[in-house]
């Protein structure tokens, strides 16, 4: 096709091409009245929360359009007035479905009334909710052990829908609540809960723009948090140096054309990083020890701080001591000045550092590791728990946060449970559920039976993708609320439900819910489009009315009843999760309230109430000689599963997904043309996987590393190949060989 093609990359995010993208997408989408509703209420006080990523809104100064280009395009799939009903599924068997993109299942419209596939049958038919929620509860009620079913969960679900879903959850039986951060940040969480007590960021966006030295590791921020770019940008106008830590060149880290300000659209960029480091894929760990061992040898440490709050400092130094900068060099890819460089700008002035990261870091073996040592480098500075300074893992999904701090976790703290139990009056299991991967060798072995999903994409987002296809089509039913159609529902169980929900944008009754963002900010959000459909509910009222038909009302719960007003699930979050106090007084205020922080007060809520130096050997992921590297990441046009378009602009792609970035050198020794077609192994002790003709493009990296979208890519990735401690799936270390395709 003669729109595919790739040139070179970009060196500066937003400007015209992202309004003019915006507008294409929301007004192509939901129509003209529709998409400027949406974005007259996005983000704003009183209006809805982006159901795009987690970052922050400012504080106060909200420009009339506080929104980015790829929050549009989220904005421009919800709100789609395209509905799909009886008639689309009766045209189209899961068959016909299957063989579509992505891409074209996104483009359908909303999903419009729920539709049951029976067993055996080709085709999808409307069923109503009453019989829907009685099949469901049927097989629930006939399994040996509420523990042979899953609940999973993705993070755009609000705090009101997550918490009485994990109650109904808990009531049932089971801790089986794996959710996407499972995928995502699990490995930040417990890094972070044993280094200094609390598994969420320290931050505030005020503390960036009192930072002198910001680091951005192993995140795509124009990308995948374009908002997050004029908070870097008004802090380098401050003053601060960005440091870039990223195997490959992102555009977004280079420069910044802010689209909504004059001298953005008319293309005059801010330069943003300072300096880039582009570290070996997985190298982080060895960059940052390198950091530690010279900040310790320059003797440019907090140790005040680190006599009244450390713990395990002399070890750490010793390790430090004995780890050679060869083998850091050789880890990291980056040499000795370079390192010793950024170690002499974080350890002058007065310390106020700042360190962001993402998927980079949180998806490989190590991550738990290198998460450590990143906050060992912070711990020497003392740059925690005061302003200017702090950790900063950038959440992926909306409400990601905000789930989890209302009990979506496979292993609540006994602490939440026992109030829960208090709160409801019926007793809540203590034994630890499954997680991601760990539901997909249940289902796979048979011990699970049922599948729920509250929103996401199981089969898409997980790794593996024949091996969990097989985990869900041995299961007895498959059930998902979702708004859009996706592949989770045609790879389904003996019985598959599909039941449409209101989003985001839509109107739910006048009701409003609310969400936690990615620095601990809970805030309104209400949706005011005409809902897609009449048949639509609301994720509350789906989940009270499952609860009902699977339980009846139990103990002090009065599912229907505590549905029908949110302030009601808000007085039992209250009661339960220390930090929401007059929580529906508070939510009512404009911005929403801060959730309390202990680290930023420098209390350590760590097993020996100190933050704590971690020791972990020094490693990195290897490929084996003659194979290389292969990280999954996400391109311009997509979110996560959810595929927009082709392109990859940033990155000089255009109309294709099937591509392998690989360094320019490696790619002559492989013998490999730009744009040749190629076939991708990736190797593992349970054997190999493979994708076959995808095209090589050249791209400026690391020698020895390589590079594909995900969800295409997770054939590649084996289930059993995890960060250690999290259970992350790593797909960011997959270990791969390349051979010019056959024929
Ligand atoms: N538009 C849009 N927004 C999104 C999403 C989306 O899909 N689309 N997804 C949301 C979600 S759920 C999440 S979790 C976030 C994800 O946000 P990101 O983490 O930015 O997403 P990825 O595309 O996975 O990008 C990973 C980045 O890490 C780099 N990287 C890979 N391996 C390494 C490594 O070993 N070391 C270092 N230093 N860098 C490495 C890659 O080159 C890439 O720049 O975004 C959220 N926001
Ligand atoms: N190889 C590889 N795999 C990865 C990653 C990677 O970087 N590489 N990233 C991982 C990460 S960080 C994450 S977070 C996961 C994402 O995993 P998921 O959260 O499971 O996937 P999404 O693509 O975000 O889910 C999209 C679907 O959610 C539904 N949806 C959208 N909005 C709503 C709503 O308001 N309510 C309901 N009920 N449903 C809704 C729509 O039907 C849509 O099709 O993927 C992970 N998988
Ligand atoms: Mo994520």
Known sequence: MSNEHFSSPKEQAGGLPAVASSLRHVFGKAGVVRGTKALLDLNQAGGFDCPSCAWPDPDRDRSHAEFCENGAKAIASEAMAKTIDREFFAAHSVAELMAQGDAWHDLQGRLAEPMLLREGATHYEPVSWEDAFSLIAGELRGLDSPDEAVFYTSGRASNEAAFLYQLFVRAYGTNNLPDCSNMCHESSGLAMRDAIGVGKGTVTTEDFLEAEVILCVGQNPGTNHPRMLSTLEDAVEKGARLVAVNPLKEAGLLGFAHPQHLRGMLGNASPLASSYLQVKVNGDMALFRGVAKALVAAGTIDHEFIRKHGSGYEAYRTLLVATAWDDIEDLSGISRDKIEELANLMGAGEKRLVTCWAMGLTQHRNAVATIREIANVHLLLGAIGRPGAGLCPVRGHSNVQGDRTVGIFEKMPEWFLAALEKQAGVPVPRKHGYDTVASILAMHEGSAKVFFALGGNFAQATPDSAFTAMALRKCRLTCHVSTK????????????????????????????????????????????????????????????????????????????????????????????????????????????????????????????????????????????????????????????????????????????????FLNPQDLTDLGVKPGQRIDVTSHWSDGERHLNGFRAIPYEMPRGSAAAYFPEANVLVPVGHVAEGSGTPASKSIEVSITPSQG
Not at 554 to 575: M, P
Not at 629 to 648: A, M
């Open 485 to 660: 159609l996706n592949r989770s529902h045609l790879i389904h169980g003996r019985l598959a439900l599909i039941l449409p929900c209101l989003g985001r944008s839509d109107e739910d009754g006048g009701q409003f819910v609310s969400t936690e963002n990615s620095m601990g900010i809970v805030q309104s959000s209400q949706g005011r489009l005409k809902p897609a459909s009449e048949h639509l509910l609301s994720e509350p009222e789906i989940v009270a009315r499952l609860a009902e038909a699977t339980l009846g009302d139990i103990g002090n719960i009065r599912w229907r009843w505590l549905a029908a007003d949110y302030d009601r699930l808000r007085t039992w979050i209250e009661a339960v999760v220390p930090g929401f106090d007059r929580y529906n007084e508070r939510i009512r205020e404009p911005g929403g309230f801060y959730l309390p922080n202990a680290a930023k007060e420098r209390i350590w809520n760590t097993s020996n109430q100190r933050a704590n130096f971690s020791l972990a050997p020094l490693d990195a992921f290897h490929a084996a000689p003659g194979r290389l590297l292969l990280q999954t990441l996400r391109s311009h046009d997509q979110f996560n599963t959810t595929v927009y378009g082709l392109n990859d602009r940033y990155r000089g792609i255009s109309g294709m997904r099937d591509l392998v």
